[in-house]
């Protein structure tokens, strides 16, 4: 009997943990699920301005998420009011006025594609909010999701560095850099995703609920993120991390834990990055494989022994905090060294720069001047940039502004401060971004994208602080701000339960500290177009504002209805269906540019063997985007190849109609003329394109032999010279 009551006690006990295994990996399936989606659209997507790789990103993305609103849509349980509609509905707004700007674009192929990437960011943040509505539960794998997400990439970029002939292909063994770029192929945007992932760090290892062990996991976490954003030598990602970090510090009331993950992440960081940039093998650019092979080994086995110890430490720390709690008194000595730290470090800043030759105010001018100077030069790729002040990004903002200042209304059209700033740039520096939210949207939607953007900031910050309340206060509401006679933001009284910061309150309040983050570097930085980090911050802003106020009766999300066609709503199918039907629409649109693309690429493939054929293709290039002066540029040159001149004039002439303000239509035009003896009509196009561009190239034709044509590209070179001398007023 004893034999058996054993055997069933094992038994039993064996059964016990299988359920807690089987519970285990059911509540971490969904923030697998929000890892892997965000991971599979970071390697697939990359850097987001590859055209190829980004349009099935998309589509999938929009369809998916379309296909997900409208199952929401019918399936929600009904009785709770639907927040966050106002964000959404304005980042709808917002994608539709980038596709009402094809009108007056001066890139409308551009301004479409724009248009396209933001609908799937729409679909998103939409689907987000309906989420937060149906399953408010969920905040957990959103948060670990995009932390899970987070540590996976950046150990792939460090793994790049750590075997670059194995890992990371072109960023790998062909990787000319020392900065890690990869897998966005942009230093700067993995830099940001470690910020964000920092942020996440701090609330995993701070929290008090949560298994022990994958809390402690944060310590080693948060080391492995904080060397990879100082090996990206990115100081915009940098500067956000230390916002979003004051900021958790500020509203969640975890501070000692926090800091203890930060700190101690930051020892273990130092350490390498230490190392590393003792390195010239690591630091510098263009070093030999081998070296490179040879130091990244020795840094992968340095990062081994410090992510170990980390994962020690935090152990130990979460041992000795569950065992023994710091009394009263400790937490107040502790509270009040965390408050004087910043205090000391900024006196001491002031007291170094009060002695420095130019002296305090001296330095403080010296450093906005270098900073807002728009002919300061590019600092070295190098560990040195992490503190170097000086920067391009105010070039490229004054170029904006000036851009701005021409077409303040709506603008040049979305995606197109890229072919307008040529005009207003002073330097031959090529840059497709504003590296900057705010004045690429001036540049390119001007006073109206401006309106937009800010009606979106504002009402995602009243939905947001309603169902976080930092600092312990309530958003009255719209009325009493626009009345005047009550105030709209008053501190919640002492027995008011919002009061109390549950474990979803403190992850929502990091939430919003992850979506803080990366706005800040957006203010920066054009991230805004990488989908990875762009996804994930839409993910966790979405989900903030649809949750609602905590104290609400939360949505049954597991009391989902089982429909028969009777208990249909009518109107909810209705808008189920049509969601779906935009969904596929858009999805559609989506793929024009990059199939329009592909039939080019194709007819120019054909035109040597198959003219007729070439023709026909280059047809429905254009048929698949019209917008695209590309495609018609392409045409023009299948109907060269198959001897059609006076077409091939004509589709020339038809592509300078469609972007007139683009001067590469206005230089193929003129390169055209030139090639079949036309030199006045030529020089009048070519003029035209050294207006747009002052710094364009000379015309590529063989005209040696032709002393008038030879005359006619003296004429556009010096034309050039004058054009990049004056200012560009020389040939207007």
């Known amino acids: 009997m004893a034999a058996e009551a054993a055997d069933s006690r094992v038994a039993w006990s064996a059964d016990l943990d299988r359920t807690r295994l089987a519970g285990l990996a059911l509540a971490t399936l969904p923030t697998l699920l929000v890892a892997g989606a965000l991971c599979a659209i970071t390697f697939l997507a990359g850097g987001g301005l590859n055209l190829s790789a980004r349009t099935p990103v998309e589509m999938v993305l929009t369809l998916v998420c379309g296909v997900g609103i409208a199952v929401a849509i019918v399936l929600a349980p009904p009785g709770r009011p639907l927040y966050g509609l106002w964000p959404a509905g304005l980042l709808l707004g917002l994608a539709g006025l980038s596709a009402l700007s094809v009108i007056w674009s001066v890139q409308p192929d551009g301004s479409w594609q724009d248009a396209g990437r933001l609908f799937a960011y729409s679909a998103l943040f939409a689907l987000a909010v309906l989420l937060a509505r149906a399953l408010p539960a969920g905040w957990s794998a959103i948060l670990g999701g995009v932390l899970l997400a987070a540590v996976i990439v950046c150990g792939y970029a460090l793994l790049t560095k750590i075997f670059p002939n194995a890992v990371g292909g072109e960023h790998g063994a062909g990787h000319t850099y020392a900065r890690l770029q990869a897998p966005y192929g942009y230093w700067n945007a993995i830099g940001l995703a470690a910020a964000m992932g920092a942020i996440g760090c701090m609330w995993l290892g701070a929290r008090r609920a949560g298994h022990a062990l994958l809390n402690a996991l944060a310590y080693p976490a948060m080391g492995l993120l904080l060397v990879t954003l100082m090996l990206a030598y990115s100081r915009g990602a940098l500067a956000a991390l230390v916002l979003g970090t004051a900021l958790w510090l500020c509203i969640v009331p975890l501070r000692l834990r926090g800091v203890a993950v930060l700190g101690a992440g930051a020892l ?223 501190a919640l009284p002492a027995g008011d339960p919002a009061r109390a910061y549950s474990a979803e309150r403190v992850g929502l309040l990091s939430i919003v500290c992850v979506t803080v983050t990366f706005g800040v570097h957006s203010f920066v930085d054009w991230t805004w177009y990488v989908p990875g980090v762009a996804c994930a911050a839409l993910l966790c802003a979405g989900w903030v504002a649809g949750r609602g106020p905590l104290t609400a009766p939360p949505a049954a999300g597991r009391r ?173």
């Not at 904006?400 to 307008?420: M, N, Q, R, S, W």
């Not at 329009?596 to 070439?614: C, F, G, K, M, Q």
């Not at 190849?641 to 003129?670: D, K």
Request: proline residues 5%; charged residues 15%.
């Open 268 to 490: 273990g960081a130092a350490v390498v990055v230490g190392w590393d940039f003792s390195q010239h093998a690591l630091t510098a650019d263009d070093m030999p494989l081998a070296e490179r092979m040879s130091a990244g080994h020795q840094l992968g086995v340095l990062l081994a022994a410090v992510l170990v110890l980390l994962t020690l430490v935090g152990v130990a720390i979460g041992f000795f905090t569950n065992r023994r709690a710091l009394s009263p008194q400790m937490r107040k000595r502790a509270g009040t060294a965390l408050l004087a730290l910043p205090v000391i470090v900024v006196i001491a800043l002031l007291g170094a720069l009060t002695v420095s030759h130019r002296g305090l105010f001296g330095s403080i001018s010296h450093t906005v001047g270098t900073l807002t100077n728009p002919n300061a030069t590019l600092p070295a790729n190098g560990p040195g940039r992490l503190t170097a002040i000086g920067s391009v990004r105010a070039r490229y903002w004054n170029e904006a502004l000036e851009i701005f200042k021409d077409h303040p209304l709506a603008g040049v059209g979305a995606e197109g401060y890229e072919t307008a700033r040529l005009r207003y740039r002073t330097a031959p520096i090529d840059v497709g971004q504003a590296h900057g939210f705010v004045v690429q949207t001036l540049a390119d939607l001007g006073l109206l994208g401006l309106l937009l953007v800010l009606a979106l900031f504002f009402t995602w910050l009243a939905a947001a602080g309603r169902a976080t309340h930092p600092l312990n206060r309530r958003w009255r509401g719209w009325p009493q701000l626009l009345t005047g006679k009550r105030p709209a933001w008053l």
């Open 560 to 732: 989902w209805r089982t429909l028969t066609l009777r208990d249909l709503d009518p109107l909810r199918g209705a808008i189920a269906a049509a969601v779906v039907v935009c969904a596929l629409l858009a999805a559609w649109a989506q793929w024009q540019p990059q199939h329009s693309v592909d039939a080019a690429d194709e007819a120019l493939a054909l035109v040597a063997r198959s003219p007729t054929v070439a023709l026909a293709t280059a047809h429905t290039a254009i048929g698949r985007d019209p917008l695209s002066a590309e495609a018609l540029l392409t045409l023009a040159a299948v109907q060269e190849g198959a001897g059609q001149q006076a077409a091939a004039a004509a589709t020339y002439e038809r592509a300078v109609h469609l972007q007139p303000a683009n001067f590469h239509t206005w230089q193929a035009l003129g390169e055209y003329d030139l090639q079949h003896g036309q030199p006045q009509a030529a020089l009048q196009a070519l003029r035209a394109a050294v207006y747009l561009n002052p710094e364009a190239v000379a015309p590529r034709v063989e005209i040696a032999d032709n002393a008038e044509l030879l005359s006619i590209q003296n004429s556009y070179l010096q034309a050039l010279r004058d054009t990049a001398g004056g200012g560009g007023t020389a040939v207007r």
